[in-house]
């Protein structure tokens, strides 16, 4: 069953740090992968997404992300992280369903807190 | 343009109870998901709707239900309320359906809390 896996519950990083969330799937063919982060008491607002093309892939906020065929892995990464990095960041792939339809599979979440 | 709206942003219901909750999706987008959030089980998905149409249903009791209107309104009801159904809910909204590329926005959510 397709799946994705987020080892890292919580992170901590100094402000103006590097950050590298981690992110792995299991999925027979190409997938469609998202990074997702959510803000307390808010929903889920979309930083990047990959499904073809050049492996690296840039989003919102500063963000990137690597596509790693050999590896399985979509990691998140940002050079230089700001205090209000502060959140939870989900990483998703993006399912075709029997019989139509289509849904997001989510990792467990990282948590990630920025130290001032 | 106008982001994907859910109400009512906060319920308060008790055991035994139904409750419906609403999303309004982004203009233009005709299909509507829903998840379910809660700290142990995480990120679920609960059923999509396109055209009115249920297209998938996630691993949910039948007490969880939904429609979809002509205008791409959704309302999702979940009856006989449990205490394991509070979470937050969170409506996406997206251009099409079957298109595991075409991106999903979210709403701000609902947080059901079950007394």
């Known amino acids: 069953a397709q799946s994705v896996t987020q080892p890292d519950i919580h992170i901590t990083v100094s402000e103006g740090a590097s950050l590298e969330l981690r992110c792995n799937y299991s999925y027979g063919a190409t997938p469609y992968l998202f990074w997702y982060v959510q803000s307390p008491g808010q929903g889920l607002q979309l930083l990047l997404k990959y499904f073809s093309g050049d492996t690296l892939v840039q989003g919102i906020k500063g963000f990137e992300a690597e596509f790693k065929r050999s590896q399985s892995s979509f990691n998140l990464r940002k050079p230089s992280v700001h205090w209000s990095d502060a959140a939870e960041y989900f990483c998703?792939?993006?399912?075709?369903?029997?019989?139509?339809?289509?849904?997001?599979?989510f990792g467990t979440g990282t948590q990630l807190k920025v130290e001032l | 343009k106008a982001g994907v709206t859910q109400t009512p942003r906060y319920l308060i219901k008790t055991r035994g109870q139904q409750v419906t909750l609403s999303c309004s999706p982004i203009?233009?987008?005709?299909?509507v998901s829903w998840y379910q959030q809660t700290p142990g089980q995480g990120l679920q998905f609960l059923f999509e709707y396109f055209s009115e149409t249920q297209r998938n249903k996630g691993n949910f009791p039948g007490r969880f239900s939904g429609r979809q209107f002509s205008n791409s309104r959704s309302e999702m009801n979940v009856s006989t309320l449990e205490l394991g159904d509070s979470a937050l809910y969170l409506c996406a909204s997206s251009r099409t359906s079957g298109d595991p590329g075409d991106t999903q926005y979210f709403g701000p959510g609902t947080r059901l809390t079950v007394l």
């Open positions: 203009s233009g987008h005709r299909s």
């Open positions: 998703a792939v993006g399912l075709s369903l029997t019989g139509g339809g289509n849904k997001l599979t």
